[in-house]
């Protein structure tokens, strides 16, 4: 019997290929996202050292130009905060549709799996059957040569 060979291992190939593929990407945009969320933390610990700076200034007594300025930086810094929130929330939206993608790619990988499976399973069964059969044949024919010796 002829070597066992899936049909469809090219198919197989290219979805693992895929998936492989689409998880460097998803790595790719995890250290994206956690930039983002290192960022988010400096933003956030400079508000927290603008506000309790505004705050010691305050009671020490400042100018209504230095007040302004630093109400407006406090401002401009929380203004920065709520944009990196944005651009999280967004890089989160984009890992989940590619953890999806991923998803997806890995079913149609499994079905393939699993139809590899069923199919070596068959041909193992077919190899059997045969094997049965050749084993047949010859122990009839080895019957049949040493009744014609005799």
Same mark, same amino acid.
């Given at each position: 019997? @002829?070597? %066992?060979?899936?049909?469809?291992?090219?198919?197989?190939? %290219?979805?693992?290929?895929?998936?492989?593929?689409?998880?460097? /990407?998803?790595?790719?945009?995890?250290?994206? %996202? #956690?930039?983002?969320?290192? =960022?988010?933390?400096?933003?956030?610990?400079?508000? $927290?050292?603008?506000?309790?700076? %505004?705050?010691?200034?305050?009671? $020490?007594?400042?100018?209504?130009?230095?007040?302004?300025? =630093?109400?407006? &930086?406090?401002?401009?810094?929380?203004?920065?905060?709520?944009?990196? @929130?944005?651009?999280?929330?967004?890089?989160?939206?984009?890992?989940?549709? =590619?953890?999806?993608?991923? #998803?997806?790619?890995?079913?149609?990988?499994?079905? /393939?799996?699993?139809?590899?499976?069923? #199919? &070596?399973?068959? &041909?193992?069964?077919? $190899?059997?059957?045969?094997?049965? /059969? *050749?084993? #047949?044949?010859?122990?009839?024919?080895?019957?049949?040569?040493?009744?014609?010796? *005799?």
């Amino acid at each position: 019997m @002829k070597k %066992y060979k899936f049909s469809m291992q090219k198919v197989l190939d %290219y979805k693992e290929d895929m998936q492989s593929h689409e998880k460097n /990407i998803l790595m790719g945009m995890k250290v994206k %996202y #956690n930039t983002l969320c290192d =960022q988010l933390d400096t933003l956030k610990q400079s508000y $927290e050292d603008c506000k309790a700076e %505004y705050e010691a200034k305050c009671e $020490e007594g400042m100018t209504i130009t230095q007040v302004i300025v =630093q109400k407006s &930086y406090i401002l401009q810094l929380q203004e920065k905060i709520d944009l990196q @929130k944005e651009l999280m929330a967004k890089a989160a939206a984009e890992m989940e549709k =590619q953890v999806e993608k991923i #998803n997806a790619i890995t079913i149609e990988k499994s079905s /393939i799996e699993r139809l590899k499976d069923r #199919n &070596y399973e068959e &041909y193992k069964a077919l $190899e059997s059957k045969e094997n049965e /059969i *050749f084993i #047949n044949e010859f122990v009839i024919n080895s019957a049949s040569q040493k009744e014609e010796s *005799f």
